[in-house]
């Protein structure tokens, strides 16, 4: 198949699929998601991405219906069944179709899954971002539907040329749209502490890895704007866009001071894909 979904135990192209006009999600983008890459049919860093999501899901209260185990076997009968090298896997739950009300239902939640192809970041693309003001809600740890906030600064970025936007609160540097961001200055790896202002990406957390692995000093702390306008290097991470360098933010040329210790970083991060996969 040339892509694949699934709601509620059913399974049909995307284009085919059909969702209840009650369910909460058209209302309240009531639910949590998660989502990575596949090389070779084989999803990348599957556990650590189940377990975010049991996690989101947990933090609003909402009961998965299946085990964690369960929903891995799921995905990986799925993958198997589209067609490409790459795909992108993207799953969902929902709290459940009813009558639209705030509170709780006492319904089942719902579970969607989503298959397409989809290539990985090329990690020699030169990133240009922008800076917005982080407007969004407290809760930027879920994984959270609700992402109006996002939408209209990725809106604002394309508007401007730009392939991804900067998040910052009172100056303090939190995430981007679509991604987490991190820099370098003077041979150390600073990224914002995983607390409630970002959420705790999984790339992020391999780059953190093999910051580790390569002996490079690693500092999750808050730095400013004007720390990342300074910094040698601008990284954005993302499930799919490992690790791909900024060269411009809000038009201002940046980075390109430490193109060693970043290409260490995308080698080292491309040979787990590889082998993660079988390709190595």
């Known amino acids: 198949m040339k892509n694949l979904g699934f709601y509620d135990g059913k399974f049909d192209e995307i284009e085919n699929m059909m969702i209840p006009f009650d369910d909460r999600v058209h209302y309240y983008g009531d639910g949590v998601y998660d989502a990575t890459c596949a090389g070779n049919h ?35 009968t799925m993958v198997k069944k589209v067609e490409g090298e790459e795909l992108f896997v993207y799953w969902q739950v929902t709290r459940g179709v ?43 740890n879920i994984k959270t539907l609700n992402l109006i906030p996002n939408v209209m600064a990725a809106q ?14 009172d100056g303090i ?3 981007c749209a679509h991604s987490n ?4 200055k003077d041979g150390i790896f600073i990224t914002h502490p995983a607390d409630c202002y970002i959420l705790p990406g999984i790339a992020r957390a391999h780059l953190i890895k093999m910051c580790e692995k390569l002996m490079i000093p690693v500092e999750e702390r808050e730095y400013t704007l004007e720390e990342l306008l300074d910094a040698d290097e601008i990284i954005v991470s993302s499930s799919s866009n490992f690790c791909l360098k900024a060269g411009e933010v809000d038009g ?29």
């Open 252 to 280: 201002r040329p940046v980075g390109g001071k430490a193109p060693k210790l970043l290409k260490s970083l995308q080698e080292v991060l491309m040979d787990e894909y590889l082998t993660a996969i079988g390709k190595k």
């Open 156 to 169: 604002k970025g394309k508007e401007a040329g730009c392939d991804e936007i900067i998040f910052h609160r």
């Open 98 to 140: 009813a009558p639209r009300k705030h509170e709780f239902p006492e319904t089942p939640a719902h579970i969607w899954i989503m298959i397409r192809p989809s290539s990985i970041g090329n990690p020699e693309k030169e990133l240009k971002l922008l800076s917005v003001l982080d407007t969004r809600f407290l809760h930027c």
């Open 181 to 184: 961001v991190s820099i370098v």
């Open 42 to 76: 084989v999803i990348f860093n599957l556990d650590e991405h189940i377990d975010r999501f049991f996690n989101s899901a947990g933090l609003l209260r909402i009961a998965i219906p299946y085990t964690k185990e369960e929903l891995k076997d799921l995905l990986n």
């Open 173 to 175: 540097v939190t995430e």
